[in-house]
Each structure stands twice: as structure tokens, then as C-alpha cells.
């Protein structure tokens, strides 16, 4: 790890005058450094400083369980990082995009979200922008046509809009263009937090409330020099893992239904809403809204509220695993699932993919391994991984983690400690500060970056959802593949636009 | 074929009886609040400001609760030592117009006699619009095609092609880079058309109103017919809705 920056652990506080500033060069000699000696970028964003735009970069080093955070001062532009280090590439166009800093060199300079940048005026000064208006890769030559749809899907569905360049039926390059979904979380949440900052977290994507709440929580905690009691971190696990199961189990009963599968797809359809229920027997809503807030739990799991969710639980997963056997025990599902939009390690490893996307690939990234924060520092849960880099692949993860979700919520449920599930509010944030908050969520690794002013308000708070490095992933895997296989190739990914979109 | 026969067994019948049986919801849904404002003292105007979409509104010294802002999160029920706010169990929440979310409010109107709701009474074709929604209301928009809710006993499907739909869902606070898209997509249906937003997003803008990235709801772009409030709604909350849409309840 490079020696100048500042070493964090998940969850905690820096000075923001302990941050070092670098020079452009140093900042990006050692990030690469970093980069090259396995860590990878888990957020890097822009922040206004006077006239100018500071670039923060958050470096995670599975390794040693470290987070590193350096920053450096770019004007208008600067020397892109994306051609030495791929992972870079979405973070650089959306710093452009914000703040409008050129990163020098950049080979795929496009808007991600298209708004104006919020530098010099507000995002609507100059009037709209025409989502989805930017100049398109082509590929020319007999036999190619282009394939567009979105960003109103046929299904029940978020919008985004897809490009495909294709021969036949074979695609050559997929181009994603999102944007459609934002509504202006970041800038919404500077001054404060706010009463309305929680229910932004929580619908930041409304499938992760749960993540993004905690983590969310996590960064206000460490802010403000408050912890979550034992307990409180327990549930917090608990519903975070509840999470996982519904989405995961939706996502296979999906697949299933992808590829003509239909006993699994309807069995996986109602059995990822009895895992919905069981997160609103314990707070009253499906989605987990309202059950984490900073400082813990507001809904706590007596006795009997946790041995009705542990035998649900059990009679769930018996009908899960039925309905998820005969969906991975099927020849013919096989034989659509293997080998369909691969994606090689390295090409993951040089994208920084995240959660089942980078798992499916061999790669062991997982934040609550890595970077365990809460009750994941007392209680492992082993990071689940295959090889193959295909839809398969993604669907074992997804099977493997469902097993082991469900293991540790009853190993929880039957020991949960005593005492309270929440802490005391606390006085406010402390001033000047930074704090870097991980969570593993269902997709992967949800990163929220806090910074705070001389007041004690929020000056800077940056979401980075799993799927902002992922969707790259997803256009990757689908090279050389029929386009009659994107639907099964993008539900393997099962990405958000909102998350993104922000 | 044995093997998917025997899951078949294994997994057993799912489907709900709604509407002749609700399902019991668990005991901390919050649904339909219930509101005493006349026990409000001096000291709770303070803590209007505490409700993050502003729900709790006060004109001319009336205090009202606006269902179309809430986001049901109770913090008001919680904030208020007087019980002014309470949180029931039902879940029936549709309403007519912007106005009938306005709770202490009049008694539930009915359907309005308008010879496009007769139309739909035994198919109801729905094309779904998320603009800005967070998947939450999509994903229990969902649910209703699965085998608990099985949508398509009532007649109601939901399908691809606004060219196939009597009627559009909202679901999202129209962020501003999807409003091309929702009026393209309403004018693509025959009319006469008409429109559900489901959801505190797409009533009033959410936690995202006031925000200039968004429209600030589905009305901001295309006329609105009925109203599904929630954060999300609970599915039985939007299948009531469409089934008073059909006139079945
Ligand atoms: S429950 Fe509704 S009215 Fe009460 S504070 Fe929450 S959003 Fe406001």
C-alpha cells in the first residue's frame, strides 16, 4: 500500500486535514500502486473546493482489511487514469459529468446520468439535458444493424436504454446508456442530514433499502462518535441477510423463467415474497423501510417474533431449495445457463466488478469478509465463488449464498444478545470530517463516502451502488453472444438503474 | 416430468382468496392512519417540520395528513405524545382524486361515471411506466402476476405494448429525463387511456418532491385517474385499487 495515504478500517472517521493532499502525479502514481498490489477502487469522486474540484479516492485492500484515501486537486482537467487502470473509467465520467473536470486522455468520454454539471449553477440553468442524446459506438460493414430498446422496457421493468451492434443474430458491442432514474440523491443530502435523508437512503434503490440504510447509518455513526448496541447490530445483519434471500431467490425464479423454466419461476415468485413477509414481521414493511436508522434497530425481535420468523424461515428455505434443485438439476436449464455471457477474471478484475458479478468470476470480494463491520466481524459467513464467469455461475453464487444467508440468520435468531437496539441519539456530526461506510448488499458492495463542513453538516456524501461498477460487466458479457440471450444475460446481472442513476 | 410433479405437491396451492378473505398483515403494517388533530397543543406545530415530505400540512389552523406525501414511516405517530396520529391496519388506500388522500377527509367516494371505466369491467389490459421508481412499487406491481396474487383470474393483465393497454401505471417521481418517455408511451395507447400512479413518488414526488431533477410526480405529465398511495403500497393496497378500477369492489 502506498505510504502516503490515509489508512481507514470500514466505519471509521478521519480528519479531513489528515487526508493527504497529493499532487495529480503523486495521486495517481500511487493509486496505481495501490491498484497493482491488488486493491481496487472503491470510490473516487469530486468535491468542490473554492473555485476548483478535489478528486477523493478510496482505494479497498482485501488483503489487510484496509481502506486507503488520498485526494489531489484537479482544475478543469486532468490527466485521466482510465487507460492505466480500466476500474476508473465510470468514476471519471461521472466526476465530468458533476463537476465538469476533463479527465485528459479518457478514451469513452460520455454522460452517465445527463445533467448539467452542478459547478458554476444549478443542474437546470441552461435547460435540459436530451437524455439518451450522445454519440453512439458504431460498427460499419455488410451485414451489421443496430438494435435499440429502451428506455421503456416491455416488462415491469426501470428504464435504461441498450444499444446493440449486431451480425445476424450474433451482438459484436453492447452500449448502455442510463440516467433516465436520477432524481438527485447526492446533492439532496448536502446540509444535511435531514429528515428526509434516511428515506432518500432507503429508496436510493428500493430492492437494497436495507444496505443502503445501514450504511448510511454506519457513516452517520461513525460521524457523530456513536455505535449501534450489540443487539442492534445483530437485527441489522439479520435483515440485511433477509434481504439477500428475497432478491437472490427472485433473481433465480427469474432465470428460470429467461429460459422457458416455469415450475421455478412461479415456486421462486411467491417464495421471494414469503421472504419479503418475513422481513415485514419485523418492521412492518416488505422493503425493510424504517427498521435501520443511525445508532441501531427501531424494531426489535422479541422472543416470539423471532421463533415465528425462524420457523418460516426453515419452512421457506425447504421449498427454495426444492424449487432451486429442480431449476440447476435440469439438463435443458443447463444447457441455456453454461457457457452463456461469460466474463473472463481478468476482464472482472480489470472492471472492478463487485458481489455475485465478481464472485461468479472466481474473485473473492465480499465486504463482509473483507471489510467486516457489525456483527460480521464476530460471525463469518464463508464468501461463496465458481469459476465459470457465466450465467451458471451466477446462479450458483446466488444459490450458495441463499444457504448460507438462511444459516446465519437462524444461528442468529436463537442467539441474539440482550439489551437495547439502538443507542442514544447523539449531539451532531463532527466537523471537518470524513467516513467511509461499507456494506455487502445482495448485488455487492454498496460504499458510501460522508464528508462534513466546519458546522458539522453533511458537505459531500457519495453513493457508489454495486451497480455503477457492474453494468460495464454486463456489456462485456455480452460479446460474441446471440442477442436472444440478453434477457437471461442481464437478469444474471440483475443491476439497478435507480441505484446508479441516483 | 415425476420430479416437477412432485414439487408441484410439495409447494401446494398459494393463491390468496382476496377479496372474499384478506390475509392477516403483520402486526407493524402500517396502513390507513387515523387522525385526531383537535388533540394537537400549541407545542406541535414544531414538529410538523419533522415529517420529511411535509405530509402533515396545516391551512387556516386545520391540521390535515396529506395519504398522497406519507410515506408511512410513523415517525408523526411516534413524535406525538397526544396519539393525534395512529396507524391502523387497513390496507385499502385507492382513492379518485388528490383531494380524497387528505385525511380527516370525507367518507370514500366511488368510482366516477365515466363510460371509459365501463370499458374495463372484465379485462383490464396494464402497461406499467417506472420513471424514477425505486423498484419498490414495481416489485409489488410484480407480485400481483405471481401465483399469490394471480392477477389474471380478475381479468386484469399486465402487458408490453402500450398499444395492447387501457391503462398506464406510474410508478417514480418522473425524473425530468423520463418525461419524453412516459408522454410518448401515454400517447401510445388508444384512447380513451387511463392512468394509475402508484405510489407516494408518483402522487406527489416522494422524498423526491421539490427536487428539480423530477417532474414531481405522474400528474405533472399526464392526467391522473386513480391515486395508490404507499412507500411502497403493499400488493392487496394496489390490487384493491385495481379492482375498484374495474369495478368489482
Ligand atoms: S408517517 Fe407520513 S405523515 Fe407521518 S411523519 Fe412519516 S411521512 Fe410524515
Redesign the interface.
Known amino acids: 500500500m502506498s505510504r502516503s495515504s490515509l489508512r481507514l478500517q470500514n466505519g471509521e472517521r478521519a480528519e479531513l486535514k489528515d487526508v493527504p493532499l497529493l499532487s495529480l502525479r503523486e495521486f495517481h502514481g500511487d493509486l496505481l500502486c495501490d491498484i497493482r498490489q491488488g486493491g481496487r477502487l472503491a470510490s473516487l469522486f469530486g468535491h468542490p473546493v473554492g473555485d476548483g474540484v478535489r478528486l477523493f479516492a478510496v482505494t479497498a485492500h482485501g488483503d489487510t482489511g484496509e481502506l486507503s484515501v488520498s485526494s489531489a486537486d484537479a482544475g478543469d482537467s486532468y490527466p485521466s487514469l482510465t487507460p492505466d487502470c480500466p476500474q476508473a473509467h465510470w468514476f471519471e465520467r461521472e466526476i465530468a459529468e458533476q463537476w465538469g473536470a476533463r479527465p485528459e486522455g479518457h478514451p469513452w468520454l460520455k454522460p452517465i446520468r445527463f445533467h448539467r454539471p452542478y459547478r458554476g449553477g444549478l443542474p437546470s440553468d441552461g435547460g435540459p439535458l436530451p437524455a439518451g442524446v450522445t454519440d453512439y459506438f458504431q460498427v460499419q460493414g455488410d451485414g451489421i444493424h443496430e438494435v435499440a430498446v429502451g428506455p421503456v422496457h416491455a416488462g415491469v421493468i426501470e428504464p435504461g436504454h441498450f444499444r446493440f451492434q449486431c451480425h445476424g443474430e450474433d451482438v459484436f458491442h453492447l452500449e448502455i446508456s442510463l440516467g433516465y432514474q436520477h432524481r438527485g440523491i447526492e446533492r439532496a443530502l448536502v446540509g444535511g442530514p435531514g429528515p428526509r435523508s434516511i428515506h432518500l437512503m432507503e429508496t436510493a434503490a428500493g430492492d437494497t433499502s436495507v444496505a443502503h440504510a445501514t450504511a448510511y447509518s454506519w457513516a452517520i455513526e461513525a460521524l457523530s462518535n456513536r455505535r449501534s448496541p450489540a443487539r442492534g447490530s445483530v437485527l441489522r445483519g439479520i435483515a440485511l441477510e433477509l434481504e439477500r434471500l428475497a432478491n437472490h431467490t427472485g433473481d433465480l425464479g427469474a432465470l428460470g423463467g429467461d429460459v422457458g423454466f416455469l415450475p421455478t419461476a412461479s415456486f421462486c415468485g411467491r417464495l421471494r415474497g414469503d421472504f419479503l413477509n418475513l422481513t415485514a414481521l419485523a418492521c412492518g414493511s416488505r422493503f425493510g423501510r424504517g427498521w435501520m436508522r443511525p445508532g441501531g434497530a427501531a424494531f426489535d425481535l422479541e422472543a416470539p417474533r423471532a421463533a415465528e420468523l425462524l420457523e418460516r424461515l426453515g419452512q421457506a428455505m425447504s421449498d427454495v431449495g426444492n424449487a432451486v434443485g429442480m431449476l440447476l438439476g435440469s439438463p435443458s436449464v443447463l444447457a441455456r445457463f453454461e457457457e452463456t455471457g461469460v466474463v473472463s477474471k481478468a476482464s472482472a478484475e480489470a472492471l472492478g466488478l463487485v458481489g455475485v458479478a465478481a464472485r461468479a468470476c472466481g474473485l473473492e470480494r465480499d465486504v463482509r469478509f473483507e471489510f467486516p463491520a457489525g456483527i460480521f466481524r464476530m460471525t463469518h459467513i464463508p464468501v461463496s465463488t465458481w469459476e465459470s464467469g457465466d450465467v451458471f455461475a451466477r446462479a450458483q453464487v446466488r444459490w450458495l449464498e441463499i444457504q448460507r444467508s438462511a444459516a446465519f440468520i437462524a444461528e442468529q435468531l436463537v442467539a441474539l444478545p440482550e439489551g437495547p437496539i439502538r443507542s442514544e441519539p447523539a449531539a451532531g456530526l463532527e466537523p471537518e470530517s470524513l467516513a467511509v461506510a461499507m456494506v455487502e448488499g445482495w448485488r455487492g458492495e454498496v460504499c458510501h463516502v460522508a464528508l462534513t463542513d466546519a458546522a458539522g453538516r453533511l458537505a459531500r456524501y457519495k453513493v457508489v451502488d454495486p451497480s455503477f461498477h457492474n453494468w460495464m460487466g454486463l456489456a462485456l458479457a455480452l460479446r460474441d453472444q446471440q442477442i436472444s440471450d440478453f434477457p437471461l444475460c442481464n437478469k444474471s446481472f440483475s443491476l439497478s438503474y435507480c441505484g446508479h442513476d441516483l | 416430468m415425476l420430479?416437477?410433479l412432485a414439487?408441484?405437491l410439495?409447494?401446494g396451492q398459494?393463491t390468496l382468496s382476496y377479496p372474499k378473505g384478506t390475509p392477516t398483515?403483520?402486526?407493524?403494517?402500517?396502513g390507513r392512519p387515523e387522525t385526531d388533530f383537535s388533540r394537537c397543543d400549541a407545542g406541535c406545530a414544531a414538529r410538523l417540520?419533522?415529517?420529511?415530505?411535509g405530509a402533515v400540512v396545516e391551512t387556516d389552523g386545520h391540521r390535515r395528513l396529506d395519504l398522497g406525501r406519507c410515506?408511512?414511516?410513523?415517525?408523526c405517530a411516534a413524535a406525538c405524545p397526544h396519539g393525534a396520529v395512529r396507524f391502523t391496519a387497513e390496507h385499502k388506500l385507492a382513492a379518485w382524486s388528490r383531494e380524497d388522500l387528505v385525511l380527516p377527509g370525507t367518507e370514500p367516494k366511488i368510482r366516477p361515471d365515466d363510460p371509459k371505466f365501463r370499458k374495463i369491467a372484465r379485462s383490464l389490459q396494464i402497461r406499467?411506466?417506472?420513471?424514477?421508481?425505486?423498484?419498490?412499487?414495481?416489485?409489488?406491481?410484480?407480485?400481483l402476476?405471481?401465483?399469490?396474487f394471480d392477477l389474471s383470474r380478475f381479468g386484469i393483465s399486465?402487458v408490453?405494448?402500450p398499444r395492447h393497454a387501457d391503462a398506464l401505471i406510474v410508478a417514480?417521481?418522473v425524473?425530468?429525463?423520463?418525461r419524453?418517455?412516459l408522454e410518448k408511451?401515454y400517447r401510445a395507447l388508444p384512447a380513451p387511456r387511463i392512468v394509475i400512479a402508484v405510489g407516494a413518488?408518483a402522487i406527489s414526488g416522494?422524498?423526491?418532491a421539490g427536487?428539480?431533477?423530477?417532474c414531481g410526480g405522474a400528474a405533472a405529465v399526464v392526467p391522473v385517474d386513480l391515486y395508490i398511495p404507499g412507500?411502497?403500497p403493499?400488493?392487496l393496497t394496489i390490487l384493491d385499487g385495481l379492482l375498484k378500477l374495474t369495478g368489482r369492489l
Open positions: 420430479r416437477a414439487a408441484r410439495k409447494q398459494r398483515l403483520p402486526d407493524r403494517f402500517r417540520k419533522d415529517c420529511p415530505t410515506l408511512f414511516c410513523a415517525d406499467v411506466v417506472s420513471a424514477g421508481g425505486c423498484n419498490a412499487c414495481e416489485a409489488d406491481i410484480n407480485v402476476s405471481t401465483i399469490v399486465v408490453a405494448s417514480g417521481p425524473p425530468r429525463n423520463m419524453l418517455a408511451t413518488c416522494g422524498p423526491y427536487h428539480e431533477e423530477v412507500c411502497p403493499h400488493p
